[in-house]
């Protein structure tokens, strides 16, 4: 076997177990995994695949497609947090999959590895990888679009003998119904500003959009808003004018921020490609052919004009430009290509990761302080910075010294990243002990039974419904805890319906005086007003930096009527 065979494969090897690695090793992290996993919980536990649930309450804030793939790998796997997560890494293979046969197709061989390589070894790729979270999913869904309506764009001039181009769009369309599905209109818009003014340019606007991708966009999508719509039925108002419209245009979600705020997210999320990236277009752009130009046009349009649409846009969060990383994965796959040792870039990222290993080892020691972590996460965070630091060290001295050799160049740009996970295993396990709730939900099930009911006074712990696997009755002013803006919207709606897991504020103090079945409290823990109350009348359980638990108060009433 070839030495540069040898060479890629310790560089996948070490890619695969990057992504792989202490994978479900923490628990879920409040809020969005232990939420978005007790909906797919739900979801399995009901064999309702039509309507999301969170707590027994409709959850409209997000489609349908990621808690439906998660729900059924919970049916098999049961509701653990790796059968929560699988879905996240099973898409982002799929992602590098695509991008390492696009590559393949259109660069070369040995740069479909580099593309698919530097996809997956970008910190964005892998963070989101492994959360139980939407965007991984979009963000295949999203690539496919592109991907194919390039294909449909760059089909055969012969179209009377060749029908490519037209089953391009079709599976172009397809894609986006389903990242529709999964996230939104935000799937249309995505695809569509990227390839409408490349269309122009290359003349092939017709090729868009033909009869069948339509009617196969309409097939995948209407009959589930047609479900959901007859069921709730303001569902497509809420979700156009709130979760579309309103997230984009205001900050009535408060998730804004500066107009430059991706600029850093997308260089440090996708380091140390992005510094690969930069400094090989110093030298200069493909020239090579024609359709090598036209790919290069392609991914610029891919990298920029999302990175302008979501900059301008109200709502911001560093997920959003997850289906931008592929593209620049292809860049450097492009702008390495036909190299036979020295490639671009290398000096540049050399600089970037001797720095970044500056920062992790002066700077680290500092960024429990600055993020208000628990004593017990900041303790982790030196060891996790000196390990990290020294990933980024060896890879800028191996690119330095060794940066005439390709196969080097690339094991060293894959190590930074792919360390992560073995670096951080300490550091992770705290962040999910402070984040989650499953050291709480261990106690609680040791003393509750099948009559045992849940009571949340003023929160509603996110993981928690997902450890316990039952739902929580919730006492609420506001609805707030449950952060869904449809619930929070409706709240005294679902309020006043029978049978719901929502109750008035105050409504838990009858159920403490007059215990009729076994029952536990859950309350925020810095609460002392409702503490007090509690202790009156229950035992602590257990608690937490967030929340107490009290009780149960059928062994209190056991106990006093006893004579204990």
Request: hydrophobic share 50%.
């Amino acid at each position: 076997m070839k030495s540069r065979n040898w060479w890629l494969i310790a560089a996948v090897l070490i890619t695969v177990t990057g992504l792989s690695f202490n994978f479900s090793g923490y628990d879920l992290l409040d809020p969005d995994e232990g939420r978005n996993a007790e909906v797919a919980r739900e979801m399995a536990a009901t064999n309702d695949y039509v309507l999301p649930r969170l707590n027994g309450l409709p959850y409209l804030d997000k489609p349908i497609l990621f808690f439906f793939v998660d729900a059924l790998g919970m049916e098999v796997l049961g509701p653990t947090v790796f059968a929560a997560r699988l879905p996240a890494l099973l898409f982002t293979i799929f992602t590098l999959a695509l991008v390492w046969w696009f590559a393949r197709k259109r660069v070369g061989r040995d740069e479909a590895w580099v593309a698919a390589l530097a996809t997956a070894t970008m910190p964005l790729t892998l963070g989101f990888s492994r959360t139980v979270i939407f965007d991984s999913t979009l963000a295949f869904f999203v690539v496919l679009s592109i991907v194919a309506f390039f294909e449909a764009f760059h089909g055969s001039a012969n179209e009377g003998n060749d029908d490519t181009p037209y089953w391009w769009t079709v599976v172009a369309w397809c894609g986006m119904a389903l990242g529709v599905l999964t996230k939104g209109p935000i799937a249309i818009a995505v695809p569509l500003m990227v390839v409408i003014p490349f269309a122009a340019w290359r003349k092939t606007l017709r090729r868009v959009i033909n009869p069948i991708a339509l009617l196969s966009f309409a097939a995948l999508l209407l009959p589930w808003i047609f479900a959901m719509q007859k069921r709730i039925p303001e569902f497509l108002e809420y979700s156009l004018v709130t979760e579309t419209i309103a997230r984009l245009t205001t900050d009535e979600m408060q998730r804004t921020g500066p107009i430059w705020y991706f600029l850093p997210i997308i260089i440090a999320g996708s380091l140390p490609w992005s510094a690969v990236a930069l400094g090989a277009l110093k030298k200069g752009t493909p020239g090579k052919s024609s359709e090598d130009r036209s790919l290069f046009v392609f991914l610029l349009l891919w990298i920029l004009v999302p990175l302008v649409f979501f900059s301008l846009s109200q709502s911001k969060r560093p997920q959003y430009i997850l289906p931008t990383l592929p593209a620049i994965g292809l860049l450097v796959a492009l702008l390495w290509k036909g190299a036979p040792e020295k490639v671009g870039g290398i000096r540049a990222a050399s600089i970037a990761l001797a720095l970044l290993a500056i920062v992790f080892f002066v700077v680290a020691s500092a960024l429990g302080e600055v993020f208000g972590a628990s004593e017990a996460v900041a303790a982790t965070i030196p060891a996790t910075g000196i390990g990290l630091g020294a990933a980024c060290l060896i890879s800028a001295v191996v690119l330095w010294v060794f940066g005439d050799n390709r196969s080097l160049t690339l094991l060293a740009l894959v190590l930074p990243v792919s360390v992560i996970p073995l670096a951080s295993t300490r550091l992770m396990s705290a962040i999910g002990d402070d984040r989650s709730n499953a050291n709480i939900a261990q106690v609680m099930n040791r003393v509750i039974t099948d009559e045992t009911e849940i009571i949340a006074i003023e929160t509603f712990p996110l993981s928690l419904p997902f450890y316990l696997d039952r739902l929580v009755t919730l006492s609420t002013t506001t609805g707030a805890e449950l952060t869904s803006n449809y619930l929070f919207r409706t709240l005294d709606d679902w309020r006043n319906i029978q049978g719901t897991t929502l109750r008035p504020p105050g409504w838990w103090r009858e159920r403490v005086a007059v215990c009729d079945r076994p029952r536990l409290f859950v309350v925020k823990s810095h609460d002392q007003d409702t503490r007090q109350l509690l202790e009156t009348a229950l035992p602590l359980l257990t608690v937490n930096r967030k929340v107490a638990v009290y009780g149960p108060c059928d062994l209190v009433q056991l106990a006093n009527t006893s004579g204990l």
